[in-house]
């Protein structure tokens, strides 16, 4: 019965996939790339939703019109193929049910979402969660939603409204000449209805999380971000109780400032929840539909998309190994392609030959004297070569400052530059300091740069600055042990106790090793008792 059923799985999934839907397409927008193996019609409408989305959250947000001061490299690029079940294995956490996910860094924002859901053939089930299911666009909607928050708004999210704000636009459509806003995401249907609403527990989450933590933060996060959202007498609230966040109000304070009787709120979620959702119809600013430049991989691109792929998800020592032959015979097979070039010096990266990944460099610029990624592969290799051979880093500096000139609106050169100085124990002049202001302006969702930033403010003496750099960071990671830690330490620093959080905040040198295991967030206090506040907050190498 089971090589019959594993017999049939297969059969179902060949008939299901029309030959056309095999190929691997690449589609430019204003905002994305996709790489997409899908109908090239399918793949165009997918770009165009996304660009829609870009434009509702610009409409909502207040952040107005694209002013074109975003550089190349913040284009979020989008892997979109497959299955749901196959984004949980990319994951490394196969049948945990994730259903894509989101990479943002200064090198590059990526994106794994699946082309449609899981291909199901048990019918005992079939009905019974019909409709429930997560949408695959969903995912990167809601994913989309955090990283243009962080690009656009340097504000406190408490982990309940960042969710649940990113649950509104995940359901949007698109109707006529306008979006259509804040549909119910059935899949939170039974976070939203089964779980007991606790408002206060919402505002103030356990530090500890318990088992309904995440009904309250994404489905019950829905409800509440919905409520006040589409309530136009609540909506200014959420300004008010952000601004209070900001200012070092606690949580449950700050709710009660902002929103009133908190109990009243929690019957007005009660109420909404057993009625209809609220919905806002706004019109397109641009009645054209998003220009789309798509085209279908060349044989080389789509040879290398596998690597591409592991590599961008992130590898550990022993899939970087694995990776080595193919990645060898990709560049002997496409000698002349600088996609492939640019691939394989990564994977050699991945294994620390920095020789091999600096050579294949020299030779993807060779062919493309244009090609920034090339150029910045160098002084990565020059960076962690230096480590070992204190000469290599005036030589990484060097080559940043040429990636800077090739793109002078790419982080990665700048606060490379900028780490050059640190790194180094130099004092960084003022090009170093406006330069790694620059990287954050570019790429305020990365957490290096982010960290690296309000470091260099404390050193200066700067710490209102400092703090509404942190604030987002504690506020989103409440009850992770590295947002406890900076809660704390920066709490220390006020006092007078400098060095912890300068010494977990001071970048370390990327090619270091780690010399001792972190604990790991959340651990359970020691035997004898309740471990005191800061009493996990030992030396630290680990970033928010």
Same mark, same amino acid.
């Given at each position: ?492 620093? +006020? ?34 008792? +309740? ?14």
């Amino acid at each position: 019965m089971r090589l019959f059923a594993k017999i049939l799985a297969a059969f179902a999934a060949l008939v299901a996939v029309p030959a056309h839907a095999a190929d691997w397409f690449l589609a430019e927008t204003d905002h994305f790339k996709i790489y997409s193996r899908d109908s090239k019609s399918s793949t165009e409408e997918f770009a165009q939703d996304l660009e829609r989305l870009d434009e509702v959250l610009r409409i909502i947000s207040g952040v107005g019109p694209d002013d074109g001061s975003l550089p190349p490299s913040s284009k979020v690029i989008v892997f979109r193929f497959g299955e749901t079940r196959d984004m949980a294995v990319l994951a490394g956490q196969p049948g945990s049910g994730i259903g894509g996910f989101f990479i943002p860094r200064a090198s590059g924002s990526y994106a794994f979402v699946p082309r449609r859901q899981n291909v199901t053939y048990d019918r005992s089930n079939q009905d019974r969660f019909s409709g429930l299911e997560l949408e695959p666009k969903a995912v990167l909607f809601h994913e989309y939603v955090h990283y243009f928050m962080f690009q656009h708004r340097n504000a406190p999210y408490p982990a309940w409204y960042r969710e649940g704000f990113a649950e509104v636009f995940s359901t949007l459509r698109s109707e006529g000449n306008r979006f259509v806003i804040g549909d119910a995401p059935t899949w939170r249907s039974l976070e939203i209805m089964a779980v007991n609403l606790d408002i206060e527990k919402m505002m103030d989450p356990p530090a500890k999380p318990d088992r309904e933590t995440g009904a309250r933060t994404y489905g019950h996060g829905w409800l509440l971000a919905s409520l006040l959202n589409f309530t136009p007498e609540r909506r200014p609230q959420i300004t008010d109780y952000v601004t209070r966040l900001a200012r070092g109000e606690g949580r449950l304070e700050a709710a009660k400032a902002a929103f009133g009787d908190l109990d009243q709120l929690e019957k007005e979620m009660d109420s909404y929840r057993r009625g209809s959702a609220k919905v806002l119809k706004v019109p397109y600013m641009n009645a054209e539909k998003p220009k789309v430049a798509i085209r279908q991989l060349g044989a080389d691109e789509e040879a290398r998309i596998d690597l591409m792929i592991e590599s961008k998800v992130g590898v550990d020592e022993k899939a970087a190994a694995k990776q080595l032959p193919k990645a060898r015979a990709l560049a002997e097979q496409f000698p002349q392609s600088v996609p492939v070039l640019l691939a394989a010096a990564e994977v050699e990266f991945d294994n620390k030959n920095y020789a091999e990944a600096e050579a294949l460099s020299n030779k993807a610029l060779a062919i493309d004297p244009k090609s920034t990624e090339a150029a910045i592969n160098l002084a990565n290799t020059s960076l962690m070569r230096s480590l070992d051979d204190k000469a290599m880093m005036a030589q990484a500096r060097e080559r940043f400052i040429a990636a800077n000139n090739m793109e002078n609106d790419h982080p990665v050169p700048l606060y490379g530059y900028y780490l050059t100085y640190l790194l180094a124990g130099e004092e960084a002049p003022d090009s170093a300091k406006n330069a790694l202001e620059g990287a954050y302006q570019y790429a305020p969702f990365d957490t290096g740069i982010r960290q690296a930033l309000t470091h260099m403010f404390l050193l200066e003496g700067e710490i209102g600055i400092a703090k509404s750099l942190l604030n987002p960071l504690i506020q989103t990671g409440h009850g992770t042990r590295v947002a406890r830690c900076l809660a704390y330490e920066l709490d220390l620093f +006020e006092k007078g106790d400098k060095e912890p959080l300068l010494k977990r905040l001071k970048p370390k040198h990327p090619a270091a090793d780690e010399k001792k295991e972190e604990p790991k967030d959340d651990a359970e206090p020691a035997a004898d008792g +309740e471990a005191t506040e800061g009493s996990d907050c030992g030396e630290s190498t680990e970033t928010a």
